[in-house]
């Protein structure tokens, strides 16, 4: 009974749910060609090797050229390629970072430690007193001049303000008086004392899109303490059983980089102590002078321009320390743990990692909601009719349309049959009807 009665009202409703069903029907196409959506992410690359190189670096820097022989003051000079670097570093800003090779357009490399070229700035102007000259001067004798607004002093570990450790081997320490004077608008002195060192940078490397990122991690500037104190002299004289023996230093070693640095085993950074002198050289000529004499050279020329201000200043020696350091990278001096010399490029522990895009379909399952609702109520109409009809009794017809040309046909023929009729039936009695036209 209570069967019945749930039919009954299923019955009642059925045209409803038809038409509600054919309604959802209609929006089954939109939510499921929303179902998959193609994405991308990265995928290593098959052939990794050949298509990101190794990152160029360096463990020591030994290059210089030596002094003639007929030069009775010989001085190591540098090469044309550090000159290069130096005037590059000052002339041309920005520099660019050494250019990694990349076919995929997305690569990544490992921390990467390197020998190189750090550089600071220290703001002075609190340290200027004025001078019974009218001029102003630090506290190690650096002196501004009265007929030019600007003006550099070369120094060393011993007589600059800030940079005095005497086991760090500086290519260079300078200091920079700025005055004001009609022809600009600084309105007080300014001092500022610069340095340049060889260290040790983790250098960090990805190229994303075919732009390449370089980040400096950290630096290391502890050098061990196994030779003389530097000085200015290229050698040092030392009397041993009452004989001169004349020591030159071969190598300012670092000591080994702490935590963070990626360093191979074993790995030693070092420069030579002749390729310093040639540097500082070069160097303290570079940064001496001032811009009314004949000592206008390529520091003087690059300086000028920042009136003194700060960090402009900074920014021109980070430029020359990014340029110096590019070239010791590119000329690298490296060796194995028996002293043999090896290429760096392939340096299994460095090789870069090279990804591709790779596309995959991602199903968006809330789009999947419609769809699985109509299946299911589709499901249950479907089992619902055939409970309707076998409950109510109606007969099997399939495909047959033959019960359907009784039901257009006069009420007397009608009348005899029913939606329980059987095609049988029905057969039977229409080969005995005739028909014909009025």
Not at 12 to 30: E, K, Y
Not at 212 to 240: C, F, R
Not at 271 to 297: C, K
């Amino acid at each position: 009974m209570i069967l019945k009665q749930i039919i009954n009202q299923v019955r009642r409703r059925f045209a409803s749910i038809g038409a509600l069903l054919t309604i959802l029907s209609l929006a089954m196409d939109p939510f499921t060609q929303q179902v998959l959506e193609v994405r991308f992410r990265a995928s290593t690359a098959v052939n990794n090797l050949t298509i990101a190189s190794d990152v160029q670096r360096s463990e020591r820097y030994e290059a210089y050229i030596p002094s003639p022989e007929n030069f009775e003051h010989p001085v190591n000079l540098v090469t044309l390629g550090m000159r290069a670097a130096v005037v590059n570093g000052l002339m041309t800003s920005p520099i660019q970072n050494v250019s990694l090779q990349c076919f995929t357009g997305n690569c990544q490399w490992p921390t990467m430690p390197s020998l190189a070229v750090c550089s600071e700035c220290m703001d002075l102007t609190g340290n200027l007193t004025a001078t019974r000259n009218n001029t102003w001067a630090l506290p190690n004798g650096a002196e501004s001049l009265n007929s030019t607004y600007m003006n550099l002093v070369s120094q060393w570990y011993g007589s600059s303000n800030h940079y005095d450790n005497p086991i760090t081997p500086y290519l260079s320490i300078f200091d920079m008086i700025t005055t004001p004077t009609p022809r600009n608008a600084l309105q007080a002195p300014v001092a500022v004392e610069c340095a340049l060192w060889p260290c040790i940078q983790a250098l960090n490397f990805t190229t994303i899109q075919g732009s390449q990122i370089q980040v400096t991690l950290k630096s290391h500037s502890t050098y061990i303490e196994n030779m003389p104190l530097p000085s200015l002299n290229d050698t040092t004289a030392i009397e041993s059983n009452g004989a001169d023996i004349i020591f030159q230093p071969a190598n300012h070693i670092l000591t080994p980089t702490p935590f963070g640095f990626n360093a191979l085993p074993n790995a030693t950074y070092s420069i030579s102590d002749a390729a310093v002198h040639a540097i500082a050289a070069l160097l303290n000529t570079t940064f001496s002078g001032n811009s009314f004499d004949g000592s206008y050279v390529e520091g003087v020329q690059s300086l000028v321009p920042t009136n003194g201000e700060f960090h402009t200043v900074s920014n021109v020696i980070s430029n020359l320390a990014l340029s110096m350091t590019n070239h010791i990278r590119l000329n690298p001096a490296l060796a194995n743990h028996n002293g043999r010399a090896i290429n760096p490029w392939h340096q299994a522990e460095y090789v870069g990692q090279a990804w591709t895009t790779q596309s995959y379909f991602h199903v968006r399952w809330p789009w999947m909601i419609l769809p699985i609702i109509v299946v299911v109520t589709s499901t249950v109409y479907l089992w619902l009719a055939v409970l309707d009809n076998w409950v109510t009794g109606i007969r099997i017809w399939k495909g047959n349309l033959l019960p359907v040309l009784f039901f257009s046909m006069d009420e007397d023929i009608r009348d005899n049959f029913s939606v329980n009729s059987t095609t049988r039936e029905m057969q039977e009695f229409a080969d005995t009807i005739r028909g014909g036209f009025q």
